[in-house]
């Protein structure tokens, strides 16, 4: 029914009978229905010097590394840490300066050092999966879940976080189990999609991404900081469910299992404003904007 | 020949019955031949207080823009001039603060302020394009034309420059002909290959994207830096043509009408190299690096 109704809007749009609305125009007409609250226990707060960025974590497709991040976080393992690389067109990562030397290492607490990779997971019916139609390069299919960019192989019934801009990952040495979260990479170019299923991805940044976007690039082999001075200082990593409410970001996302989503989508796809000449008709995976914004009622 | 000597080599190393060699190995293998130098004709120099972005237009894709970019820097339309905008994940750009105002805005000298719109251009057989199998979302053929990345559709036998991270354009308003060049842009984020054929691309950053990319984001609509202060002034836009030898950046860049270039690209694809686990096996066009090093020899 949903996506019948989809289909008529478009097919209106499309033949030009109807106002052609645009994104902006879908979102200020969705209801408080069309968002997702993000819970405080999924959502993470790195503490910067110049401010929060926020990220919700993504336990339906990393549960083990969540788990972890959490007793990371609520251990206090990630405060007076540091930013350690900013590689342009690739990644931002953050992590323990002394991770190499056993001797000077932070202890993970409760925590684990490693874990067993989750660089997919199996696909069952009951995960609303919204498929994006347009097709993709690196798999045979991708879409939306909860938010979250996925691609998938219903062959091989195995489905996985793509690795678009803004995507959270657990760094990882050459084994593939040697991640686990105690480095967190974020994805600030163009989308690294050969690293799809071979790093474990744990979540996305959902706000204060250009405070690490536009952080000073690395000039170390793979964009790490060649001068310790360099590194940016992390004032405390915390879960939002342990931060008082007055001091919480309460944000939420449009949620991708509507039918106002599919609209948005295909006012991204047809870009039906003014400015547009020739508008391309499909929509990449990656090139999807993912709407986020403060949240209009309180939990 | 080429191309069976490259399906040899692939062949091989899929078989596992030579060394896998690694991009990086096949760029180190490879001869003065397999490189371009760049013309200082063609190569444009954005001078920042931290010092200096390296262009290179591309006058087969905007001859009028390019020709038109020339004269502005010729007659120094840019110097003083500042970045205006630097939108997270899309675009930073730059130009004259006062282009709204017509009492105050510079003026173009013998250059032209607008130019009929370059958006695709012709498919001829002549030119040296070499396609890309992966697919892609956007066009019905991608690849590459003398090291830029571009998209066509041989049923229209059009061809256009594509919207990868690094390409610099031409920003206009609403009427399709109302660029020119006078306000340049580049690409800091996911490909906007929404943008393909609706603004005239005019070529790419060689060097010194970190420079753009790394700058704080404005937080104006659109990201224009909404206080002048924050603005970056440009010391100067100048052609290498005009610029001293021994001041000149001289880089070189590899030829993608090669065999070497698609053993790199099959390397970029099959990622042998130990830490992956699970090589895609596909490639995305604005996924593949350009690869750019200091001219190995002066012209």
Known sequence: MKHALA????????????????????????????????????????????????????????????????TLAREHYFDGLAVLRAQDNYVVQW????????????AVGSAQARLPAEFDRAW????????????????????????????????????????????????????????GGTELYVVTGHAPRHLDRNVTLVGRV??????LSSLPRGHGPLGFYDDAAQRLPIRAVRLAADVPAAERSALETLRTDTATWKAYVDARR??????????????????????????????
């Open 206 to 211: 959902l706000q204060g991404m250009d405070l």
């Open 270 to 299: 047809h870009r039906r404003e003014d400015w547009f000449v020739q508008p391309t008709g499909h929509i990449e995976l990656c090139n999807v904007p993912l709407p986020v914004r403060a949240a209009t009622t309180t939990p």
């Open 95 to 106: 992590g323990d300066p002394a991770s190499e030397d056993p001797a000077q290492r932070r």
């Open 7 to 70: 289909f008529i809007l478009a097919a209106l749009l499309s033949a030009g009978t109807a106002h052609a609305a645009s994104s902006a125009e879908i979102l200020e007409r969705s209801t408080p229905a069309d968002w997702r609250q993000i819970a405080p226990e999924n959502t993470l707060y790195l503490e910067l010097p110049a401010g929060r960025v926020v990220m919700e974590l993504a336990p339906d497709f990393a549960p083990r590394h969540v788990a972890n991040i959490r």
């Open 124 to 179: 069952p019916k009951a995960l609303l999966f919204t498929r994006l139609p347009d097709g993709d390069v690196y798999a045979p299919r991708v879409g939306h879940v909860n938010g979250f960019p996925v691609a998938g192989d219903p062959r091989l019934g195995r489905l996985w976080l793509a690795h678009c801009y803004g995507m959270v990952g657990a760094g990882r040495d050459v084994a593939p189990d040697s991640g």
